[in-house]
């Protein structure tokens, strides 16, 4: 491995002006990343054009990924607004077949998402992004047309299967184009399509109501197919936005490639990350350590997200208001989410911490679910929805950045966050089944385990965060050592090691 370099290749290449661990300078250009042998040099930027080449990158990207992902969690999400359409009675949902509904969405959704992290690269994100959305949005437009609960069931199944690959791919997809510390920002405004789905769900759900009975369809079955039609034209307009990587990335000219790309390499390695698929990535990504508290971590957020956004129409309809009104009510709370979600997330890439803001939404979460089991007056439950809606999805992108800050390796960080978000998602399965019809309208079984998860989160963080800080200092110190000692390491092992790597140091 470490090997004590001659006097003739002195020079190394340093993360910055602290750390001297790699073999040669000249060494850099031997190993090359993300296409940038097809490329001209990067050129020096200024802060300005800095600001200017992401923002012409944001505004290609962005929008249509937000558009994306709106329908999908509009899609995945709308059987709330649905069962005070009539979907319950027409269904005959009795007992907990409703409940059940739900959780045959998140068991393929959850088992399919690491292997289409996997394929991404392999099929083209310009291609295999589109192309699931395309699909899904046909299975939601046939949702509408179900007759009984076994089709249901069939379709939410189906649902589970297409949209599974979304949300891992776009977030790793984004990781290839934007440092780590720029990133949850990013995640922030494509996640917010999920906050703006729940306000445009109540929306449109008291519009659509108007066309029951049209054509013979009861309410439940235009929200299906109305949604599912405008997720099809999104998924066709998308074929011809989205583009693949940063070197083939035509909307930007080749200096533009090359400094994204030089940009990424040295992001949080002095070499650059490892391109190239190994078995060993897979071995090494379930062996590590932080893989699993991050778990912890995305289930405390994760199961309240869920579990307000498929019954707040319910828990608000539990306050007294007729049905148009509890549609109508669940806007404003997602509105506040959406503004907090983006105000969290340009706070935190500025100060390029995850953790205060993950701790943040942990205590709006605890607050509001102590404020829903109380009897509280019902003014005040409704502001107490308004701090779970807030903390799940404003806290939500640190969670998913955090992780990904602190993986190394294309393939590694790949599967490591499909691992992550699709074990993580059975949290949602769980919290598709504790607000049952019976525990209205306090609920206090679901607000009860809601609680669980937070309190979960409040472990997993304190630790995690300890442990990236003693990490992170016997680092510094070993690099001190190797330095004193003479001692360097080849390129190719920095690449092989990865986040293992001692120049390397993990986010907070």
């Known amino acids: 491995m470490a090997s004590t370099e001659n006097d003739a290749r002195s020079a190394s290449i340093e993360k910055n002006a602290a750390e001297s661990v790699i073999e040669d300078v000249s060494a850099k250009a031997e190993i090359a990343y993300g296409g940038e042998d097809t490329l001209p040099p990067p050129p020096d930027l200024t802060p300005e054009q800095q600001k200017a080449l992401y923002r012409k990158i944001d505004m290609r990207l962005m929008p249509i990924l937000t558009l994306m992902y709106l329908c999908s969690f509009l899609d995945r999400g709308n059987i709330g607004n649905a069962k005070l359409q009539g979907l319950v009675t027409q269904l005959d949902l009795t007992g907990n077949k409703y409940n059940i509904a739900l959780t045959m969405y998140f068991i393929p959704y959850c088992l399919f998402e690491c292997p289409a992290n996997l394929v991404l690269k392999k099929f083209r994100p310009s291609r295999w992004l589109p192309g699931i959305t395309l699909l899904w949005g046909l299975i939601m437009t046939l949702m509408g047309l179900v007759k009984n609960y076994p089709q249901l069931v069939g379709t939410r199944v189906c649902l589970g299967i297409a949209e599974a690959g979304l949300f891992p791919g776009v977030v790793y ?5 934007y440092p780590r510390h720029m990133i949850q920002f990013r995640v922030g405004m494509f996640f917010g399509g999920a906050t703006l789905a729940g306000a445009f769900s109540g929306l449109l759900a008291f519009g659509i109501s108007f066309m029951s009975g049209t054509a013979g369809l009861l309410g439940w079955s235009w929200i299906f197919i109305i949604e599912g039609i405008a997720t099809v034209v999104v998924g066709v307009i998308s074929f011809f936005i989205l583009v693949d990587f940063p070197h083939t990335a035509t909307f930007l000219t080749p200096e533009e490639r090359a400094y994204v790309i030089h940009r990424k390499k040295y992001d949080n390695s002095s070499v650059g990350e490892e391109e190239h698929f190994e078995i060993r990535h897979i071995w090494e ?14 289930m405390s957020i994760i199961a309240p997200l869920y579990g307000i956004s498929l019954f707040l129409p319910s828990i608000i309809n539990g306050f007294g208001f007729s049905t148009p009104i509890s549609q109508l009510l669940t806007v404003p709370p997602y509105v506040f989410a959406t503004a907090t979600l983006l105000v969290w997330a340009v706070w935190s890439d500025r100060i390029k911490k995850r953790y205060p803001f993950v701790l943040a939404g942990l205590t709006f979460c605890l607050v509001g679910f102590i404020i829903n089991i109380t009897p509280a007056p019902i003014g005040v ?13 404003a806290g939500f992108p640190g969670v998913v950045a955090w992780l990904g800050n602190n993986l190394a390796g294309h393939y590694k960080r790949g599967v490591g966050m499909a691992l992550h978000i699709g074990i993580g998602n059975f949290a949602g399965a769980i919290a598709s089944n504790i607000y049952r019809t019976q525990d209205g309208p306090r609920y206090i079984l679901g607000h009860g385990l809601e609680l669980m998860f937070v309190g979960i989160g409040y472990i997993a963080v304190p630790i995690t965060v300890i442990a990236y800080k003693r990490i992170n200092a016997r680092r510094a110190a070993l690099v001190r050592d190797a330095d004193e000692k003479g001692i360097r390491y080849s390129p190719e092992e920095l690449r092989r090691m990865g986040d293992r790597a001692p120049d390397f140091r993990y986010t907070l």
Do not use: E, M, R
Not at 285 to 298: A, K, P, R
Not at 381 to 393: E, R, W
């Open 285 to 298: 990504t379930l062996l590590d350590w932080q893989v699993y508290l991050h778990i912890l971590i995305y």
């Open 173 to 177: 997809y984004l990781t290839l184009w």
């Open 381 to 393: 439950k409704y502001f107490g929805t308004f701090l779970i809606v807030a903390g799940s999805y």
